[in-house]
């Protein structure tokens, strides 16, 4: 970790922060900038300098790297003389490379040394959790941090390593500070979600285990108007106990994101998955026979080495007997350091492009088979945005995650709408406004 100290402070200190990546870096973003300001920082305006600027960084793919790199250097040649404190998985995996660049005084190899490194910069008083989300209508809560597992394609364990969970009484806190702060939806996000708590009490005989299911029953005691849902979880968590707390808990929503990654058995042994396609199949039967019509959303990754025309077609028939709501398609990335960037029989970009517009057209396909069964159905939508091509029309999300256009005006942004779903389309639901 490379650190030089800042100067002492101004009476209007001013900074700026970046995130690219994922939920989990959005929401640790989010922390520092609470941290900030409670010690007297405020963010830069467009036609000042920021004094401090944090850069949240992504390494999942080359491309993160890349971003992260243009990114420092494009704040540090439009804030002349700031300081750039960089954290994430980028700064994790390079802070070598990362040290070098323009106006960086400060790499955070490990976000845990978070609240130790900002204190050497005179900022004290690090919350526990958030209070606000700005410019989202919505709210993740980080519950926990890491992954233990060694799919071959992934290069978050190396920078994420060990599982470290919240307390549930932090997250509790946090969760009813945002509700009673206006966010009506609150994601709970992490590295492995799925994984929440089993560091709690591996190896420690006696202790009762308090896993994600128990979690998301205690949350669910919380009063109020407002949703809860998961980012993602693992169909190796998706037990009894988890199915029947989803089906009790009435803030929860019936949208699960169990990541697929390939629809065949064979890929997913070079991948180092941890189930069969059948067992995963078999796991989203059982929460559809025990809960009020559930979505499901996914990843697959396309193009790993070695995929045949064959494995890629058990992909396809994969999804659509899964009849997933949403695919996350993600052509397959060599990640340096990875056991698969090394793996013979690389597939070229034209056929990884080819077969990802080949499952991209069976979404669309499947999206509206499922929008076609909320037609006539009450639904409860989250107004995001105001339509740009549609006057008087507002864009939201319902319980399924499915995007919904409705009539409505700027005054509905971050609000409740009661609709009922009218007519399916390819990339929304279309749903009339209901009296309130």
Request: with cysteine; charged share 30%.
């Amino acid at each position: 970790m490379t650190t030089s100290k800042l100067e002492s402070p101004k009476s209007d200190k001013t900074c700026q922060l970046v995130t690219l990546g994922c939920k989990v870096n959005q929401y640790e973003t989010q922390l520092v900038k609470e941290a900030l300001e409670k010690n007297g920082y405020r963010e830069a305006s467009e036609t000042e300098t920021a004094d401090l600027c944090v850069v949240n960084t992504c390494t999942v793919t080359a491309t993160g790297d890349s971003k992260s790199r243009k990114l420092i250097r494009h704040l540090s040649k439009n804030n002349p003389g700031t300081k750039i404190l960089v954290m994430g998985c980028y700064a994790t995996r390079d802070p070598k490379t990362v040290s070098e660049l323009p106006s960086v005084f400060e790499v955070v190899t490990d976000k845990r040394e978070l609240p130790d490194v900002l204190e050497r910069h005179g900022i004290v008083d690090m919350p526990t959790g958030i209070s606000e989300f700005e410019g989202r209508k919505r709210a993740y809560v980080k519950v926990q941090d890491g992954c233990i597992l060694r799919c071959t394609y992934c290069i978050i364990p190396q920078v994420r390593p060990g599982l470290q969970s919240r307390s549930p009484e932090d997250i509790e806190e946090e969760v009813r500070r945002l509700v009673g702060n206006g966010f009506k939806e609150i994601v709970l996000t992490g590295i492995h979600v799925g994984h929440f708590g089993v560091d709690t009490t591996r190896g420690k005989s006696g202790k009762l285990p308090f896993r994600l299911w128990h979690l998301f029953r205690r949350l669910d005691q919380i009063p109020g108007d407002w949703r809860m849902r998961l980012s993602s979880v693992e169909t190796a968590e998706i037990n009894d106990d988890f199915i029947s707390a989803a089906a009790d808990c009435e803030h929860l929503c019936p949208q699960f994101h169990p990541s697929l990654q390939s629809g065949s058995d064979t890929v997913l042994r070079r991948m180092k998955r941890r189930y069969h396609v059948s067992r995963f199949l078999e796991k989203i039967q059982r929460m559809r026979e025990r809960l009020d019509h559930p979505a499901f959303t996914t990843d697959v990754i396309v193009g790993f080495p070695g995929e045949t025309d064959a494995e890629f077609e058990e992909t396809m028939r994969a999804c659509q007997e899964a009849a997933f709501m949403k695919i996350h398609i993600f052509p397959f990335s060599a990640r340096k350091g990875t056991p698969a960037a090394t793996y013979e029989n690389q597939i070229s970009p034209e056929v990884r492009q080819e077969r990802c517009l080949q499952l991209a057209d069976l979404e669309r396909q499947l999206a509206q088979n499922f929008y076609h069964t909320l037609i006539d159905r009450e639904l409860e939508v989250l107004v995001e945005r105001e339509c740009r091509d549609h006057s008087g029309w507002v864009r939201g999300t319902d319980r399924w995650y499915v995007p919904v256009l409705c009539r409505g005006s700027k005054a509905d942004l971050g609000s409740f709408v009661a609709v009922r779903g009218l007519q399916d389309h390819r990339e929304y639901l279309e749903a009339d406004r209901l009296s309130p």
